[in-house]
């Protein structure tokens, strides 16, 4: 669907947000000459004091993701995949190194700052679905169009991105009445209603059937052929076959970063 507001890797007119200058650093080996980067780490760590001692989520990160990209995250449980994508989706700073997405400046950002930056840029698909239970599918989506800055039209948007994940006879149903993949396919809606560039996706076939799990992936393949940057984390490496490239993490470190081994596979291809 036409993403309403999409932005083209600068800085959001009125955000309050900086745009950062070009850097010449270090791009992927899979960078397209040309292609705008969507997301720059740059030495990103996050530290927590506990105990008495200093525990790394992240250390010391470069990492840049193209506009457009299919990425998927791997790793291990306490790898540091969450807390990247909490840094990419500005739910979480960094304690050191800077951070840009879609052109914009996280590094010293405001509270309003990032909020406005999670409202317009950046849109978040959870695990767990996070659904109000007393609104209809349709309410669901809708309420996160009308908290962008973008709202104009926000029921026709929202029965819009219903009607593209296959929910469109489900709009009137609570979460309740629905299965755990309908309810996933919600959450896709809602996410792309806003018409936020960035897809980011902790665990998105979790809590699903291999059947479920594999329409939700092909429903983000098309958003990323659609021109969306997808950013998928999950412990499932046979989920990587289908990404442009593939981003592993151990203790808090990226261990490897390049196209998934053997080729991309198609979604059909996919067993777990």
Not at 24 to 40: F, K, N, Q, S
Not at 81 to 102: E, F, H, P, Q, R
Not at 145 to 168: F, K, Q, S, W, Y
């Amino acid at each position: 669907m036409t993403m309403p507001g999409k932005t083209e890797g600068k800085g959001r007119p009125g955000s309050g947000l900086s745009s950062p200058p070009a850097s010449p650093g270090l791009h992927h080996p899979g960078h397209r000459p040309g292609v705008p980067t969507a997301v720059r780490l740059a030495g990103v760590s996050r530290r927590y004091e506990i105990g008495g001692g200093t525990v790394y989520a992240l250390r010391d990160v470069d990492l840049e993701i193209d506009e457009g990209e299919f990425v998927v995250v791997l790793g291990p449980s306490g790898s540091g995949k969450t807390t990247l994508l909490n840094m990419i989706g500005a739910l979480d700073v960094a304690s050191g190194g800077t951070i840009s997405v879609a052109g914009q400046e996280l590094t010293g950002a405001s509270r309003a700052e990032l909020s406005r930056l999670r409202r317009n840029t950046v849109a978040f698909i959870f695990q767990t679905f996070n659904l109000f239970p007393t609104l209809t599918a349709l309410e669901n989506v809708q309420v996160a169009v009308e908290i962008t800055d973008h709202a104009g039209g926000a029921r026709a948007t929202a029965e819009a991105a219903l009607a593209e994940v296959g929910l469109a006879d489900r709009r009137l149903h609570y979460p309740a009445e629905l299965s755990g993949g309908e309810q996933q396919r919600v959450a896709i809606a809602r996410a792309l209603a806003t018409g936020n560039p960035i897809l980011v996706a902790d665990e998105p076939t979790g809590d699903l059937d291999y059947h479920t799990g594999v329409q939700v992936l092909d429903i983000l393949q098309q958003q990323s052929r659609a021109g969306h940057t997808v950013i998928v984390v999950t412990h499932n490496r046979e989920i990587s076959r289908i990404a442009d490239r593939v981003i592993e993490l151990s203790s808090g470190h990226v261990v490897s970063d390049g196209p998934p081994a053997g080729g991309r596979a198609d979604v059909a291809d996919l067993r777990w």
